[in-house]
């Protein structure tokens, strides 16, 4: 298994731009999970699902963000419009029945 | 509400002096505790859980509820273990885990 699976790893766009992110889960995990890293707040939980349905988005920070699991292998978290705040690196996480988090490579958006 | 302190940015030590990464918690009920670590050019990964009460590449952590701490300790620091770590904090049989800031440990020879 490949393990979690983020594209793309790097993203730079223009302040105003539409951002997408795209992440594949682990096969048979049935939690997903987004994280946003800075170096000044670490690891937040942006929201995170079970079984392709959102449990919890209150980490979202804006409206601008927006999640979505369409099916069991696939999961997009969009910016629109993106703001040069919102640089960061994204992750994405898959765990069975919530235990062990795994961790994809991450995506770094760069919004200029 | 839920929150993971680490108080230390970053974390600098000699190899084969002690390491101690500091975390506190704040959480009303039952937690699990968990450390991540991050290493250069690789994922995010776990490292260890404090229901395991194990000792992985040879740190240990212990679970203070008095303290509401759960620092992770090593009593001989090497080069391979500079890396970022995050502590992390999940309700027990919960599904939502929270991290810390993190701290940067650099292990100088």
């Known amino acids: 298994d490949a393990g979690v699976i983020q594209s793309p790893r790097h993203e730079v766009t223009e302040m105003g731009q539409e951002v997408t992110l795209r992440c594949k889960p682990i096969s048979g995990h049935d939690y997903l999970f987004w994280y946003r890293q800075t170096m000044m707040r670490g690891l937040e939980l942006l929201i995170y699902f079970n079984n392709n349905v959102p449990i919890d988005d209150s980490g979202m920070p804006e409206d601008r963000f927006s999640a979505k699991m369409p099916n069991a292998s696939f999961s997009t978290l969009k910016i629109q419009p993106s703001e040069p705040r919102d640089s960061a690196v994204y992750f994405c996480a898959s765990s069975l029945s919530s235990r062990d988090l795994y961790f994809g490579p991450g995506t770094r958006l760069t919004v200029t | 509400a839920q929150r993971v302190t680490q108080p230390e940015k970053l974390l600098s030590v000699f190899k084969g002096a002690p390491v101690e990464l500091k975390c506190n918690y704040s959480y009303s009920g039952s937690p699990e505790l968990f450390w991540y670590v991050q290493y250069s050019r690789q994922r995010l990964q776990l490292l260890l859980r404090?229901?395991s009460r194990e000792s992985i590449k040879g740190f240990t952590a212990d679970l203070n509820k008095g303290e509401t701490s759960f620092h992770l300790k090593k009593p001989f620091a090497q080069e391979e273990d500079s890396a970022m770590y995050y502590c992390a904090l999940r309700r027990t049989g919960g599904f939502k885990t929270i991290f810390g800031a993190g701290t940067r440990l650099f292990v100088k020879a």
């Open positions: 404090h229901i």
